[in-house]
C-alpha cells in the first residue's frame, strides 16, 4: 500500500545542455567514423580484405541504418587501391560462328582493338577493290582465262577436223554441242539420211556414235576446265587479297605480339578476308538459298569487336551496384533484331551484366530484391561456385526451348558480392539454404542502437552536424541537438539508448529546417525540432483519433472511473508501420464452479495467438501454484476482450488478465480510472513488455479528453522504467498530480494499487491475512471447493442408490 507512483524525472530523460560544449553544429568537427557501428566496420574490414573463395559478404540490419551508405564509403575507399580489372571482347568465331570466342585484353586495350579493327576494315575496304582494278590483276585474269579458252577451242577444232574427215560436222544449237552428218559441206537433214542406202546410214550412225563419245568427254574436260579456272581466279583473288591485307593485318600483329588469342584472332581474320576478297570487291553481301543476308548481316559485321567490358575509364577495382537485378541482368543477355520477318542475332548482340561490370571488384545487390526475380538466386550461386559467367537465356538453362542460338565463351569471375537485406532474410537463408552458408561466409550485422554516454552524445552531436552539412540545412544550436537526442532515444523506446537509424535521424533534420525557415529562423532551435515531431504525428495520427473517437462516443466501452468487478483496461499497441499508438481494451472475467478449467474466449473463436495463449495458460498455473497448491482448483473461469474482433496476439495484457480473474474470484472491485500493462510469469512476477511509451499516452488521451481528475493512471513493469520517454504533457499531468504512473514488480502490488486493499502475504501455514485480497480469494475458492465436495458426494449417493 506505499507504492508511490513513478517521479516526472523517471517518465522522460531529459540531454542537459550542460553536456554538449558547443553552441551551434558550425563548432562540430566533421563525423569522421560510422556512428555505433564499429561491430559491422570490423566485419566489412574483414571481408572485404580476405581474397578466398565464399567470403562474400551478407549485411544486415534494420532498413534505415545506413548499410548502403556504409557499405559504398568502405568499398569506395578501398576500391582505388586495387588492380583495374581487365577488358573482355567477344569475336566472331570462324571455326563455329555459333560459339563466339572471348578474349581477356588489359584495362583500355579492348577499346584500342575495337577501334584498330574498324580502321582495318576500312582500310582492307579500300586496297581490295584497288588491288583488283590494278592493270597487273586484269593482264592475270586474262592470260588464266585466255589459258583456258585457247584449250578449249583447240581440243574443238581437232575433233572438228576429224569429223570432217568422216564427213560429219559438230554443231552448235542452243542445247549445246551436237553431231550431224554432211554430204557435199551441207548438213544432211534427216529426209535425205532416210534416203541413203542402209549400209552407209550404218557407216554413218557408227561414226557419229563414236565422235558423240569422243564429244562427251571433250565436253567433260570443258567442264574441268571450267572448275580449274575458277579456282585459279579464286587463287589468283587470294594472292592479289593477301597482298592487298596481309601488311595491314601484320602492323596490328606487331601491335598486340604479347597477346597470342589476339594474333589468333587477327590470323583467322586475314585468312576469312582473303577468302571473301570479291565480297569487298563486289560490294555484294553473301545471301542464302531464302535470300536473306547470311547469318543476318554484313560480312564486314564478323570483323567488329564486341567490347562487352570496358575498364578504359576504370580507375581501381569497380563498384556496381544492381538496383534491378533480374536474371538476365545480372548475367548478361544475347539480343535479338527483326530481320525479314525473322529474329536474327549474332556475337555483336552479347549484352554484359552486373557480374561483367563486376568483374574484378565488388557487386553490390539489395538480398530481397534479387530472391524476388524469377532465378536469379539460383543463377548466382551457380556462377559463384562455377567461378565463371556463362550468357545463357533462361528458356537455354531450363531446357524449354531447343532453338540455334549463341553460346558465348565463358568468362572467369572473380568478384566480391556483397548482399544487403534484414536480418529474418539472413537467419531464413541461413537455415533453409546450405549453399547460403558455403557463399556467403561473412555476416555484417549492424547496430540499431547504443547506450547513451558523454562521447556518443558527442559522437551523435557530429552526425547531426554532418548530415545538417551534406543536405545544406540552417545550422542547429544546442537546444535543437539536445531535443533531436531526446528523440532518438523515444525512437528507441529506451531512455539509455540512442537510435542508430539514420533515416529517420535525416527525415528529422530535414523537417526541422522546413518548419524553422517557415517561421523565418536562421537558427534552428528545440522548438523547432518539436515542431517537426508535432507535425509528422499530425499527419499519421488520423487512424488513432477516430478510435479513441469512437471511445469517447462511446461506441467502444472503456471506463475511466468507478469500480467494477472483474473488468479491467487493458492495453495493445497498434503498428501502422511508420507510425504506432496505444489503445486502451476492456478486459472481463467471469468466475464460478467448475473443475480448475480457465477459459480462453479469444483461443476459442481462433481470434488468440500463440503466445496469447501461452500467457493464459501460465494464468491458470499461477492461480494453482498460490491459491489451491494442496487442494483442487474448483473454478471455471473465462477470460475475453471485449469489442475485439481481429487477431490478439502477445502476452502484455496477461496482468491485466490475472487482475480481472482475481477480482472476479475475490469478488473485489477494481478501479476503472487505471490501465495496466505487463505479461506475468508463473511465480506472479511481472515482465517487461513492449510499446510502453505509446500504451501509457494512449490512455492518458482518453483521459484527458474526458477530463483528468487526479485518480487516472497506468501500471507498468518496473523492468520498463528505463523505456519512458513519454511525451511532455503526458509528464506535466504527472508533475501536476493529474494523472500518475506505477512501476510494479509482482501481482500483489497491481492488485493493491487496483483495488485499494492490502494484498496479503502468505504466512508458514499458506494462509493469508483474512479481509486482505489474497485472503477473499482463498476463501471463496475454499467456498467453491466444499460445494464441489458437497455436490460429488450427494451424486455418488444417489448413484449407490439407483444401483441397489
Same mark, same amino acid.
Given at each position: ?451 547513451? @554516454? ?6 551523435? !552531436? =557530429? +552526425?547531426? /552536424?554532418? #548530415?545538417?552539412?551534406?543536405?545544406? *540545412? ?122 480448475? @478449467? ?6 476459442? !473463436? =481462433? +481470434?488468440? /495467438?500463440? #503466445?496469447?495463449?501461452?500467457?493464459? *495458460? ?187
Amino acid at each position: 500500500m506505499g507504492l508511490k507512483p513513478l517521479h516526472p524525472q523517471q517518465l522522460y530523460k531529459r540531454c542537459p545542455l550542460t553536456s554538449l560544449e558547443f553552441s551551434t553544429t558550425t563548432e562540430l568537427n566533421e563525423h569522421t567514423n560510422h556512428f555505433g557501428q564499429h561491430r559491422a566496420a570490423a566485419a566489412l574490414r574483414f571481408g572485404i580484405g580476405i581474397r578466398k573463395k565464399g567470403y562474400n559478404l551478407f549485411v544486415t540490419g534494420i532498413p534505415g541504418s545506413g548499410r548502403h551508405t556504409m557499405v559504398h564509403e568502405f568499398l569506395n575507399r578501398q576500391a582505388p587501391n586495387e588492380t583495374s580489372p581487365s577488358d573482355w571482347i567477344y569475336v566472331y568465331n570462324f571455326d563455329d560462328m555459333h560459339k563466339p570466342v572471348a578474349i581477356e585484353l588489359p584495362a583500355g586495350l579492348g577499346r584500342k582493338l575495337r577501334d584498330d579493327m574498324k580502321k582495318l576494315i576500312e582500310a582492307v575496304s579500300v586496297d581490295i577493290p584497288a588491288a583488283f582494278e590494278n592493270e597487273n590483276y586484269k593482264l592475270r585474269l586474262e592470260e588464266i582465262e585466255d589459258e583456258i579458252r585457247e584449250q578449249n577451242e583447240k581440243d574443238l577444232q581437232d575433233l572438228e577436223k576429224e569429223a570432217a574427215a568422216k564427213n560429219v560436222t559438230i554443231i552448235h544449237t542452243p542445247a549445246g554441242l551436237a553431231i550431224a552428218p554432211r554430204k557435199d559441206g551441207q548438213v544432211l537433214g534427216p529426209d535425205e539420211f532416210k534416203r541413203l542406202p542402209q549400209d552407209k546410214r550404218d557407216l554413218i550412225q557408227e561414226t557419229v556414235a563414236e565422235l558423240q563419245d569422243k564429244l562427251e568427254k571433250l565436253v567433260k574436260r570443258f567442264v574441268e576446265r571450267k572448275h580449274l579456272l575458277r579456282e585459279r581466279i579464286k587463287q589468283l583473288n587470294r594472292e592479289v587479297a593477301e597482298f592487298a591485307v596481309a601488311h595491314l593485318v601484320d602492323i596490328l600483329k606487331s601491335q598486340y605480339a604479347t597477346f597470342p588469342r589476339v594474333i589468333s584472332y587477327l590470323e583467322a581474320v586475314k585468312h576469312d578476308l582473303m577468302d571473301n576478297a570479291e565480297v569487298f570487291h563486289k560490294k555484294e553481301r553473301p545471301m542464302t538459298s531464302l535470300g536473306l543476308e547470311r547469318e543476318g548481316q554484313e560480312i564486314s559485321a564478323r570483323y567488329r569487336i564486341n567490347l562487352v567490358i570496358d575498364n578504359h575509364d576504370t580507375q581501381g577495382a569497380p563498384v556496381i551496384y544492381e538496383d534491378h537485378a533480374t536474371y538476365p541482368n545480372l548475367v548478361g543477355r544475347v539480343e535479338y533484331r527483326s530481320q525479314w520477318g525473322a529474329l536474327v542475332t549474332d556475337f555483336d548482340l552479347i549484352k554484359a551484366g552486373a557480374l561483367h561490370k563486376a568483374n574484378g571488384g565488388y557487386l553490390i545487390l539489395d538480398a530481397h530484391k534479387l530472391l524476388m526475380q524469377p532465378y536469379a538466386w539460383e543463377g548466382l550461386k551457380r556462377i559463384l561456385y562455377a567461378g565463371e559467367i556463362r550468357i545463357e537465356s533462361l528458356a537455354q538453362v531450363y531446357g524449354l526451348v531447343s532453338t540455334v542460338s549463341l553460346q558465348p565463351a565463358p568468362i572467369p569471375l572473380k568478384v566480391k558480392v556483397v548482399l544487403i537485406g534484414d536480418p529474418w532474410l539472413y537467419h531464413i537463408l541461413s537455415q533453409l539454404d546450405p549453399d547460403f552458408a558455403e557463399l556467403f561466409k561473412v555476416m555484417v550485422d549492424f547496430e540499431d542502437r547504443l547506450a547513451i @554516454d558523454e562521447d556518443s552524445k558527442l559522437q551523435y !552531436a =557530429k +552526425l547531426v /552536424g554532418s #548530415i545538417v552539412r551534406e543536405e545544406e *540545412l540552417l545550422v542547429f544550436d544546442k537546444t535543437a541537438v539536445a531535443r533531436v537526442i531526446e528523440f532518438s532515444s523515444r525512437y528507441v523506446s529506451d531512455s539509455e539508448r540512442l537510435s542508430a537509424h539514420i533515416r529517420s535521424l535525416a527525415d528529422l533534420l530535414r523537417e526541422a529546417d522546413f518548419w524553422a525557415r517557415e517561421k523565418k529562423h536562421e537558427v534552428v532551435t528545440a522548438e523547432d525540432v518539436q515542431c517537426a515531431l508535432d507535425r509528422q504525428e499530425e499527419r499519421l495520427s488520423r487512424l488513432r483519433d477516430r478510435l479513441h473517437e469512437e471511445i469517447q462516443r462511446s461506441t467502444v466501452l472503456i471506463d475511466t472511473k468507478g469500480k467494477r468487478i472483474g473488468q479491467v483496461n487493458g492495453l495493445s499497441i497498434i503498428n501502422l508501420g511508420n507510425f504506432s499508438f496505444g489503445q486502451p481494451s476492456r478486459i472481463t472475467s467471469t468466475a464460478r464452479l467448475g473443475e480448475g @478449467d480457465v477459459i480462453d474466449i479469444e483461443r476459442e !473463436a =481462433k +481470434l488468440g /495467438g500463440k #503466445i496469447h495463449s501461452k500467457g493464459v *495458460l501460465i494464468l491458470a498455473s499461477f492461480l494453482a501454484d498460490k491459491y489451491s497448491k494442496r487442494l483442487p482448483l474448483s473454478i471455471a473461469a473465462s477470460l475475453v476482450f471485449e469489442q475485439s474482433y481481429g487477431m490478439i496476439e502477445g502476452d502484455s495484457a496477461s496482468v491485466a488478465e490475472l487482475c480481472a480473474l482475481l477480482s472476479a474470484l475475490a469478488e473485489v472491485p477494481l478501479k476503472q480510472s487505471l490501465a495496466v500493462t505487463g505479461s506475468v510469469n508463473q511465480k506472479g512476477e511481472v515482465q517487461a513488455i513492449g510499446g510502453v511509451n505509446e500504451k501509457i499516452e494512449g490512455f492518458f488521451d482518453i483521459c484527458k479528453g474526458r477530463g483528468l481528475t487526479g485518480e487516472q493512471g497506468v501500471i507498468i513493469p518496473a523492468a520498463n522504467v528505463k523505456n519512458l520517454m513519454l511525451r511532455r504533457d503526458v509528464v506535466e499531468a504527472c508533475r501536476e498530480e493529474t494523472f500518475r504512473v506505477w512501476a510494479v514488480t509482482n501481482v500483489d502490488e497491481v492488485i493493491e494499487i487496483l483495488s485499494g486493499i492490502p494484498a496479503g502475504a502468505m504466512d508458514d501455514q499458506r494462509n493469508f491475512p483474512e479481509g486482505s485480497f489474497n485472503g477473499k480469494v482463498c476463501s471463496n475458492l475454499n467456498e467453491l471447493m466444499i460445494i464441489r465436495q458437497r455436490l460429488a458426494k450427494e451424486i455418488s449417493s444417489d448413484s449407490q442408490t439407483g444401483v441397489t
